[in-house]
């Protein structure tokens, strides 16, 4: 099994990830600096000031879900 999804990833870059799974992100607006960092991983990109996840952004998120449960508890 490949790694190259395998981000460690902070509980902010979590959320921000989480938030934007669905086109709107709720009305909950994404702290600049965060998105930004997952911009430089390639997790994101933005279009026309939206940001919105790549299909690597996609793949870290399903494979990082377990870590998330993992912050929850």
């Known amino acids: 099994?490949?790694?190259d999804v395998d981000f460690d990833l902070s509980p902010d870059q979590w959320e921000a990830?989480?938030?934007?799974r669905n086109p709107l992100p709720n009305g909950r607006?994404?702290?600049a600096y965060?998105?930004?960092?997952l911009v430089k991983l390639g997790l994101v990109v933005v279009n026309d000031?939206?940001?919105a996840m790549?299909?690597?952004g996609?793949?870290?998120?399903v494979?990082?879900?377990c870590r998330l449960l993992d912050l929850v508890a």
């Open 1 to 3: 099994m490949s790694n």
């Open 17 to 20: 990830l989480r938030a934007l």
């Open 29 to 31: 607006l994404l702290k």
């Open 34 to 37: 965060v998105v930004e960092g």
């Open 49 to 51: 000031g939206v940001p």
């Open 54 to 56: 790549t299909p690597t």
């Open 58 to 61: 996609r793949k870290v998120l």
């Open 63 to 65: 494979r990082g879900s």
